[in-house]
């Protein structure tokens, strides 16, 4: 399985990101791109309704 097949497979699913400095969120995943640049929504303690991830900065994606 390729990245963009996995991550295409998680689309309108609630998953965890990692990013490089340790910041964790959970929300579901809206919209990704061919360079995985992220866009989820539902974010759990975050004041904002939706957040744009650059994926130079993600360090790991999962479900849940």
Known sequence: MYP???????????ICITMRDSTEY????RMFDEHINLIISNIADAPKEVLFLRSENVLS????
């Open 26 to 29: 959970r929300g579901v995943l």
């Open 61 to 64: 994606i999962c479900e849940g």
């Open 4 to 14: 963009l097949d996995f991550i295409r497979g998680l689309l309108g699913t609630k």
